[in-house]
T-cell receptor, first 114, second 111 residues
Framework: DAGVTQSPTHLIKTRGQHVTLRCSPISGHKSVSWYQQVLGQGPQFIFQYYEKEERGRGNFPDRFSARQFPNYSSELNVNALLLGDSALYLC?????????????FGPGTRLTVT | KNEVEQSPQNLTAQEGEFITINCSYSVGISALHWLQQHPGGGIVSLFMLSSGKKKHGRLIATINIQEKHSSLHITASHPRDSAVYICAVRRGGGATNKLIFGTGTLLAVQP
């Protein structure tokens, strides 16, 4: 079975542009979480979606948005990109959205904003 | 102060050495994860534990809930163990499975 997949693997954008990152969870997993990892730091929680509804949101500006589709895949959108948005964006899926469910991480999308 | 602190930040070891990485946290948790991240970014979950001790191959993870402390041990270390090891906790209660991460420990095992 395929693990969590993310696309694209790498992306270069300029300030002010918009970006869409995609994540496909492990088959059967209904929850997707997004994390941002800036170089040299641990990942920071951005969003969690479960059954197509937002379950949690981290301390990120409204420029960041996400959604989950009926097939449980997810998109993370970032508008008006800033240099500080350059990071590795990680997606993690879990069977359920609650405490106690183990998360499986994708390979990440490395976003560079110039 | 971060809610999850790891030590050391950097660790260099000789092949075969016994390695310990420590994690302390300041919040109530429902579970603690040890994760491995290789250059290029992909994260692999090593352990999820809420009490006691777990062992998988040469890796051992322990947690002391009262002391809010966990350790990851690697026995007979090998150069392929070189990676960043990250401790992450899931807060107790709440409806999300949001993880709070430490900054990681960069381990280099030299042959």
């Amino acid at each position: 079975d395929a693990g969590v997949t993310q696309s694209p693997t790498h992306l270069i954008k300029t300030r002010g542009q918009h970006v869409t990152l995609r994540c496909s969870p492990i088959s059967g997993h209904k929850s997707v979480s997004w994390y941002q990892q800036v170089l040299g730091q641990g990942p920071q929680f951005i969003f969690q979606y479960y059954e197509k509804e937002e379950r949690g949101r981290g301390n990120f500006p409204d420029r960041f948005s996400a959604r989950q589709f009926p097939n449980y895949s997810s998109e993370l959108n970032v508008n008006a990109l800033l240099l500080g948005d350059s990071a590795l964006y990680l997606c993690a899926s879990s069977l359920v959205g609650q405490v106690g469910s183990e998360q499986y991480f994708g390979p990440g999308t490395r976003l560079t904003v110039t | 102060k971060n809610e999850v602190e790891q030590s050391p930040q950097n660790l260099t070891a000789q092949e075969g050495e016994f390695i310990t990485i420590n994690c302390s946290y300041s919040v109530g948790i429902s579970a603690l994860h040890w994760l491995q991240q290789h250059p290029g970014g992909g994260i692999v979950s090593l352990f999820m534990l809420s009490s006691g001790k777990k062992k998988h191959g040469r890796l051992i993870a322990t947690i002391n809930i009262q002391e809010k402390h966990s350790s990851l041990h690697i026995t007979a270390s090998h150069p392929r163990d070189s990676a960043v090891y990250i401790c992450a906790v899931r807060r107790g209660g709440g409806a999300t499975n949001k993880l709070i991460f430490g900054t990681g420990t960069l381990l280099a095992v030299q042959p």
